[in-house]
């Protein structure tokens, strides 16, 4: 099995300023990567995927970057609305990092 | 646009059995993989397999192996995950999701299933 271990598990960032998340996996998965945000009480929202390509209706502030086991997630100047818990998922058999949650420092 | 919906909560004992459903609408069903993901408290999410509606092939992951069965009722647009032999550690929030080239898109809105005596 993949294991994807994401850091930090926490981000304190003031609004209008930029998050940097990171996930790495155990083994290359290529460019199989997604990205998905998720707040309290809800269904995962995905974000990215293929490394780096937005999903329909993605802000552009929202970028992925990376390949084989290091990826990042930028969001460049946070938003009220980007205070979320933040998971990657690799595609190749599908397995979840264990979040990064992003607070209002 | 897609959606799909999820039955509602469920409380179990252990051992017992659980069939959750997802129902999808504004999309051809038949042309649809969903997947099924759960998240326990406090844990990250977990995937457990997935159904290709068209000709119900499924795939399971390993972890669930023999005890999850996903399927699909076509002429309800309708796809089901069923486990069994629930213990306390099954209780999670329980997700549909989409497939879009194998990363999840559209997901339900999550059912709540609680194992307790």
């Known amino acids: 099995e993949i294991v994807m271990t994401q850091s930090p598990a926490t981000l304190s960032v003031s609004p209008g300023e930029r998050a940097t998340l990171s996930c790495r996996a155990s083994?290359?998965?290529?460019?199989?990567l997604a990205w998905y945000q998720q707040k309290p009480g809800q269904a995962p929202r995905l974000l990215i995927y293929g490394a780096s390509t937005r999903a329909t209706g993605i802000p552009a502030r929202f970028s992925g970057s990376g390949s084989g086991t290091e990826f990042t997630l930028t969001i460049s100047s946070l938003q009220s609305e980007d205070f979320a818990v933040y998971y990657c998922q690799q595609y190749n058999n599908w397995t979840f990092g264990q979040g990064t949650k992003v607070e209002i420092k | 646009q897609v959606q799909l919906v999820q039955s509602g909560a469920e409380v179990k004992k252990p051992g017992a059995s659980v069939k959750v459903s997802c129902k999808a609408s504004?999309?051809?069903?038949?042309?649809?993989?969903l997947h099924w993901v759960r998240q326990a408290p406090g844990q990250r999410l977990e995937w457990m397999g997935w159904?290709?509606?068209?000709?119900?092939?499924?795939k399971y992951s390993e972890t669930f192996q023999g005890r999850v069965s996903i399927s699909r009722d076509t002429s309800a647009s309708t796809a089901y995950m069923e486990l069994s032999s629930l213990r306390s550690e099954d209780t999670a929030v329980y997700y549909c999701?989409?497939?879009?080239?194998?990363?999840?898109?559209?997901w339900g809105q999550g059912t709540m299933v609680t194992v307790s005596s």
């Open positions: 504004g999309y051809t069903f038949a042309i649809l993989v």
């Open positions: 159904i290709n509606a068209a000709n119900g092939n499924t």
């Open positions: 083994q290359s998965v290529s460019s199989n």
């Open positions: 999701a989409k497939n879009f080239l194998n990363a999840f898109d559209i």
